[in-house]
Nanobody, 113 residues
């Protein structure tokens, strides 16, 4: 089993930055990669970025050039650095172990315009 715990959300003004963290524990060797997803009220959950075990990354179009996903293997933590935040980035952000049923509980990001 894998446990994922997000942190780092908060309230920020448009144009500001936040860094989200996803701490993984449990049977982490089984994880193929970690993805960040987000869900705004009334909208479907959508992919933000993924980092695979080999280091490859994938970004949604809305995240390219503004967000950076990275990881610290020693700490079993994946980060999402978010810059130039917009009001459209307001959502609950979740981390997810790829190809597994494991999700974190989410962290709220609110961007004020």
């Amino acid at each position: 089993q894998v446990q994922l715990v997000e942190s780092g959300g908060g309230l920020v003004q448009a144009g500001g930055s936040l860094r989200l963290s996803c701490a993984a524990s449990g049977i982490t060797f089984s994880i193929e990669g970690i993805g960040w997803y987000r869900q705004a009220p009334g909208r479907q959950r959508e992919l933000v970025a993924i980092i695979f075990n080999g280091g490859n990354t994938v970004y949604a179009g809305s995240a390219k050039g503004r967000f950076t996903i990275s990881r610290d293997n020693a700490e079993n933590t994946v980060y999402l650095q978010m810059n130039s935040l917009k009001s459209d980035d307001t959502a609950t952000y979740y981390c997810h172990a790829i190809n597994s049923p494991y999700w974190g509980r989410g962290t709220q990001v609110t961007v004020s315009s």
